[in-house]
């Protein structure tokens, strides 16, 4: 079982930062971001792992970065250069473990079996 509790949403104006956070809590070795916008399909952002690294989405590479807390059992996706398409309730989630790493990269949805309550993000022209 694994629990997973975002913050860190806000309202910010295009071209502005925001930092995300989500802490969990029991074992997981592989944690992603995911966003979903009104009417959307929930997409992936990125990916992190101790072992094999990290992987974006081409829509958020070089303007977001992953990055994890071992001893604040925390993730944190940083994010810069925010544009108005970024708008969107911001979801942390576990990657099913029986899953690989390249298999995980692929972001879907249904490969991660434990979810946050999400965040929003509101970017803003």
């Known amino acids: 079982q694994v629990q997973l509790v975002e913050s860190g949403g806000g309202s910010v104006q295009a071209g502005g930062s925001l930092r995300l956070s989500c802490t969990f809590f029991?074992?997981?070795?592989?944690l992603g971001w995911f966003r979903q916008a009104p009417g959307q399909e929930r997409e992936g952002v990125a990916l992190i792992s101790s072992k094999y690294g990290t992987r974006y989405a081409d829509s958020v590479d070089g303007r977001f970065t992953i990055s994890q807390d071992n001893a604040k059992n925390t993730v944190y996706l940083q994010m810069n250069s925010l544009k108005v398409e970024d708008t969107a309730m911001y979801y942390c989630a576990a990657g099913n473990p029986v899953y690989a790493w390249s298999r995980l990269s692929r972001f879907y949805t249904s490969d991660y079996n434990y979810w946050g309550q999400g965040t929003q993000v509101t970017v803003s022209s």
């Open positions: 029991g074992y997981t070795s592989i």
